[in-house]
């Protein structure tokens, strides 16, 4: 299993999903359950009701209630230095939307909107470091940032986080640390806005096709070939939001 215990600066470290109520958090993580088979460690009122989903107890999503909340997924990327790293966003374009703010001993977070329109939180680690398992089945294994400017996109996050923005054949365009692959930057698909979208890995995507509309999610995108697996997308039943999930295999790089 490919574990951490650190992430390099600038690498996504972590994603949570926001709801509005208690009955969407309960059902949201029943869903994700049946998707994922995922246990959940249950935050109480003092922390928001943020709960962690992990795989084989190791951390892989958070999940909390805030009064409006309509289940967006949000992806954090890691620094050493999160002060340096929202002047360094500001600089180039981004829009501070939460200053950095401590969480206990866990760490320090802040929130922005970068030039296109999409959110992104920044995590300075304490206690808490992230993720505890990527790149294997039931974990993330990749991250997606649409917008309507992937290129504008692209020259941002590689000058937030210090890697290379690279262009592939055709519009393809990655966010590459060293010779890892960690993200791609593509167009808007119609109907949706700018964002981060988390994938996560599954070991059969003919599971899913059976297990999301069993409840009450819709599919709306069987399979599509990337480079190194397939995507499946599909919409979940609480909010109605889109998710994406790839067939576990050779992970790009």
Not at 145 to 161: I, N, R
Request: contains cysteine; negative net charge; proline residues 6%.
């Amino acid at each position: 299993m490919t574990t951490f215990t650190s992430h390099e600066d600038g690498m996504p470290c972590w994603v949570d999903v926001m709801v509005d109520s208690e009955e969407q958090h309960h059902d949201l993580r029943a869903f994700l359950s049946a998707l994922f088979d995922w246990t959940w460690t249950l935050g109480g009122p003092e922390m928001g009701y943020y709960s962690i989903a992990s795989m084989n107890d190791a951390p892989v999503m958070g999940l909390g209630r805030n009064e409006g909340a309509k289940g967006t997924a949000t992806t954090y990327l890691t620094t050493s230095d999160i002060h340096a790293a929202v002047q360094r966003g500001t600089d180039l374009g981004a829009t501070s939307v939460m200053p950095a703010t401590q969480v206990m001993d866990l760490g320090h977070m802040a929130m922005m909107i970068d030039p296109t329109g999409a959110s992104v939180g920044l995590w300075q680690p304490g206690t808490f470091h992230g993720f505890g398992v990527q790149y294997e089945e039931n974990a993330p294994g990749w991250f997606d940032h649409v917008s309507s400017d992937p290129q504008k996109a692209g020259e941002f996050y590689a000058g937030l986080t210090g890697h290379q923005l690279n262009s592939l054949e055709g519009d393809m365009r990655i966010l590459q640390n060293g010779e890892q692959w960690f993200a791609s930057l593509s167009n808007l698909a119609p109907g949706e806005g700018p964002q981060w979208k988390p994938i996560f890995v599954v070991d059969s995507l003919e599971r899913i096709h059976e297990v999301v509309p069993r409840h009450g999610g819709a599919i709306l995108l069987a399979e599509m070939p990337v480079p190194g697996s397939a995507i499946c997308v599909f919409t979940e039943p609480v909010n109605g939001t889109s998710m994406t999930v790839m067939r576990g295999g050779q992970h790009p790089d």
